[in-house]
C-alpha cells in the first residue's frame, strides 16, 4: 500500500500566513494552524504573532519541553515546507539541546530556589526589624538597601519560574510567581511575562523589542530620531522636542534614572491589570498580589518617625535595586541592534548578536541571579540557572566554530561600553544637521 503523497507549500506562501486570525508556522517542516492556540498560548500571543508564517523549529526547542511535541499533530494543516533546510548552525544548536536534555540539566534544578527563598524571607524579617526596632536613622538606611537586595533576589525567583517550573508542581510555581512578583516586590507577574516573551524572541529589534524602546528618556540607536512604530506597543515612539533634549544627555541621566525606574514598572503592571483590552491570564490572582504589596510597604514605611526618613527609606530601596535594572541594560544596551521583526531561521545568530555576558567569579552567581550568562540564558530559557556557568564552555565552542560573536565583559567594561552607546545617540540627537546613520556606521563608531 503506498503512502499518501504529501503536499507542500513554499516559504513564501506560509509567509501570507502572518496576520491576527491568520496564524500559520512551521516546526522541522510540517505546517501548523495555531490562530485559534495563539489566544490560550501559555507564553502570550505575541510569540506567536511576531514568529508567524516562518520556520520557528529553534525556538520552539528554547521554549518547549519535549512533552509539549506532542500537542502539535493537533494543528497540522496536511501542508510540508518546500525546500526545507536546516542551516549547520541550527544543527548543532538543536543537537546540543538534545544532548542537554539527555543529560537531564533541563530537570537538574539543585536547591537554588530554596536558598534563594530562605534569603528573601530572612532579609524580609530584618527589614522589618529593623524598622519596628531599630531608632537609629543608620538602621532604617541599611533595612532599606536590604530591601532593595530582597526585591532583587524575589525578582530572579519571579523570573526562573517564568521560565520553568522551580516547584514541584504547576499550582506551586504559580504560587511562587504571585508572591515572589507581586506580593514582595509590586510588579505583576502577567506584565513580566506579557514583556519579557516579546524581549526573548525579538531580542533587540528596536521595533518589536520592548526593552530597547524607552523613549522619550533613552535612545540606544538615533533610527528611534525617526519616530519609529512600536509593534509590541501598537503606537509610534514619538520623537519630539521633549525626546530630543533628554536624550541628549542621556549619558549623564542614566544613572539616576535607573534609581527610579521601579515607578515606571509599578506605572505598567497597573496600566496592563486594569486594562479590559486585554486578555490577563490570572487577573484576579495578580491583581490580588499586587494590594498585597501595597498593603504592607506602605504600611512598613509609615512606621517610620518622620517623613525624611520615609523618603530616604523609599529612595535607597530603589536606588539599591537599580542594579538589577543596570544589569538588564548591560546586558543588550550596547549590543548590536535590528529594525523589523524576528526570523525563525536565524535564532542562534540573533541571540548571540543581541545579548552580552558579564564575567565574574562563582560566588557572584547569587547575587545576578545568573543572568550573568546572558547568552546562555537566552539560548536555553529553560535551563536552570545553577546549569548556566556548566553549559558555558560549550556555548563559546560553538559560536567560535560558526565565527559568531560571544562578548563577556567585566561589570566596568560593560558600563564603559553601554555609556558609550548612550553618548554617541546622545550627541547625535544634538545635531540637528545630521540625520539618523545606518547601523553598521554606529556600531563602528560607538565601540571603535
Not at 522551580?166 to 507577574?189: D, E, H, P, W
Not at 516573551?197 to 521595533?207: G, M, R, T, V, Y
Request: aromatic share 16%.
Amino acid at each position: 500500500m503506498q503512502g499518501v503523497e504529501k503536499k507542500y507549500i513554499t516559504p513564501e506562501e506560509l509567509k501570507e500566513h502572518n496576520k491576527a486570525g491568520d496564524l500559520w508556522i512551521s516546526i522541522q517542516g510540517k505546517v501548523y494552524n495555531v490562530t485559534d492556540w495563539a489566544k490560550d498560548h501559555p507564553g502570550g500571543d505575541v510569540p506567536i504573532l511576531n514568529l508567524a508564517g516562518q520556520d520557528v523549529t529553534d525556538a520552539f526547542i528554547a521554549y518547549h519541553p519535549g512533552t509539549a511535541w506532542q500537542y502539535l499533530d493537533k494543528f497540522f494543516t496536511g501542508y510540508h515546507l518546500k525546500d526545507y533546510n536546516v542551516s549547520e548552525v541550527s544543527k548543532d544548536y538543536r543537537k546540543l539541546c538534545f544532548e542537554f536534555a539527555k543529560m537531564g540539566l533541563f530537570e537538574k534544578k539543585e536547591h537554588v530556589t530554596l536558598y534563594t527563598l530562605s534569603s528573601v524571607a530572612a532579609m524580609f524579617a530584618m527589614v522589618v526589624y529593623g524598622v519596628l526596632k531599630c531608632t537609629s536613622v543608620w538602621a532604617h538606611l541599611g533595612s532599606a538597601l536590604l530591601l532593595g537586595l530582597l526585591w532583587m533576589q524575589s525578582t530572579y525567583v519571579g523570573h526562573d519560574s517564568g521560565h520553568y517550573e522551580v516547584m514541584s508542581s504547576r499550582q506551586y510555581n504559580k504560587f511562587a510567581q504571585i508572591l515572589c512578583g507581586n506580593c514582595l516586590t509590586g510588579i505583576s507577574i502577567a506584565w513580566w511575562k506579557w514583556t519579557h516573551n516579546a524581549h526573548h524572541i525579538a531580542c533587540n529589534s528596536l521595533d518589536y523589542d520592548p526593552d530597547l524602546q524607552h523613549i522619550p528618556v533613552f535612545a540606544v540607536s538615533s533610527r528611534f530620531f525617526t519616530s519609529m512604530k512600536s509593534y509590541f506597543y501598537d503606537r509610534c515612539l514619538k520623537f519630539d522636542a521633549l525626546s530630543r533634549f533628554l536624550v541628549s544627555y542621556q549619558h549623564w541621566t542614566f544613572y539616576p534614572v535607573l534609581c527610579f525606574a521601579r515607578l515606571n514598572l509599578y506605572l505598567q503592571t497597573f496600566l496592563l491589570l486594569f486594562s479590559w483590552r486585554r486578555n490577563v491570564p490570572d487577573r484576579a490572582y495578580n491583581i490580588a498580589g499586587i494590594l498585597v504589596f501595597w498593603t504592607w510597604f506602605p504600611l512598613l514605611v509609615s512606621c517610620l518617625p518622620n517623613w525624611p526618613e520615609r523618603v530616604m527609606f523609599v529612595v535607597a530601596s530603589m536606588a539599591a535595586c537599580s542594579i538589577q535594572h543596570l544589569q538588564f541594560c548591560l546586558n543588550h544596551f550596547s549590543a548590536n541592534v535590528y529594525v523589523g521583526p524576528p526570523s525563525g531561521n536565524d535564532w542562534f545568530e540573533k541571540q548571540t548578536s543581541g545579548t552580552l555576558d558579564i564575567s565574574c567569579s562563582s560566588w557572584m552567581d547569587w547575587f545576578f541571579g545568573g543572568l550573568q550568562f546572558q547568552l546562555e540564558h537566552h539560548l536555553f530559557p529553560r535551563l536552570p540557572r545553577a546549569q548556566l556557568r556548566k553549559v558555558s564552555p560549550l556555548v563559546i565552542d560553538l559560536c567560535k566554530k560558526h565565527g559568531l560573536p560571544y562578548r563577556s565583559l567585566s561589570f566596568i567594561e560593560a558600563n564603559i561600553w553601554t555609556l558609550k552607546t548612550l553618548r554617541t545617540a546622545a550627541l547625535q540627537a544634538r545635531d540637528h544637521t545630521i540625520p539618523p546613520q545606518n547601523l553598521l556606521w554606529e556600531a563602528f563608531h560607538t565601540h571603535g
